[in-house]
């Protein structure tokens, strides 16, 4: 059962925002430090990605964990009132995710998928830079941080291509 009045769930559902959000910018900001160049949303891509780094034929999603249902993270878990609409809207989120990073591996794009967990404690936030350079430094076609808690997703992902 909701704990909010229909106006103030509503005013705090306005306030989630689908781009610039501070992960992402956290993300950007890394990235810049670190010395990489690249471009953000853009439209001509599936997915329009939160950061694209041309050069290196990098897609980098920057998800948060309820929206796109991190599994085994706790911040995914479903309210408990309207159920129908929520898992509705979850499962077409995570069916989504699952065509643009197989169409997107499929032109030949590596993709990064970062979970806004990923980026929530300070040890985590410092640790960043290094699992984002070391990714963009390897050979993987798809990976996420943090790595999904099932192989689920990691099955899913490499079955796409």
């Given at each position: 059962?909701d704990?909010?009045?229909?106006?103030d769930?509503?005013?705090?559902?306005?306030?989630?925002?689908?781009?610039?959000?501070?992960?992402?910018?956290?993300?950007?900001?890394?990235?810049?430090?670190?010395?990489?160049?690249f471009?953000?949303?853009r439209k001509?891509?599936?997915?329009?990605?939160?950061?694209?780094?041309?050069?290196?034929?990098?897609?980098?999603?920057?998800?948060?964990?309820?929206?796109?249902?991190?599994?085994?993270c706790?911040?995914?878990?479903?309210?408990?009132?309207?159920?129908?609409?929520?898992?509705?809207?979850?499962s077409?989120?995570?069916?989504?995710?699952q065509?643009v990073?197989?169409?997107?591996?499929?032109?030949?794009?590596r993709?990064?998928?970062?979970?806004?967990?990923?980026?929530?404690?300070?040890?985590?936030?410092?640790?960043?830079?290094?699992?984002?350079?070391?990714?963009?430094?390897?050979?993987?076609?798809?990976?996420e941080i943090?790595?999904?808690?099932?192989?689920?997703?990691?099955?899913?992902?490499?079955?796409?291509?």
């Amino acid at each position: 059962m909701d704990t909010k009045s229909t106006t103030d769930r509503s005013k705090n559902m306005a306030a989630v925002h689908s781009k610039d959000t501070r992960p992402e910018i956290f993300v950007r900001s890394t990235l810049h430090r670190l010395g990489f160049r690249f471009r953000i949303h853009r439209k001509d891509l599936s997915g329009k990605p939160d950061i694209v780094l041309p050069k290196h034929r990098i897609i980098i999603f920057v998800d948060g964990c309820f929206w796109h249902s991190h599994h085994g993270c706790k911040k995914s878990k479903l309210p408990t009132s309207n159920v129908e609409f929520w898992h509705s809207k979850i499962s077409k989120n995570i069916s989504r995710d699952q065509e643009v990073n197989f169409q997107l591996l499929h032109d030949g794009w590596r993709v990064l998928r970062v979970w806004e967990c990923a980026l929530k404690s300070t040890s985590a936030r410092e640790a960043f830079p290094t699992l984002l350079k070391n990714w963009i430094n390897s050979s993987q076609s798809y990976g996420e941080i943090p790595e999904a808690q099932s192989s689920q997703a990691k099955e899913e992902a490499e079955s796409a291509i």
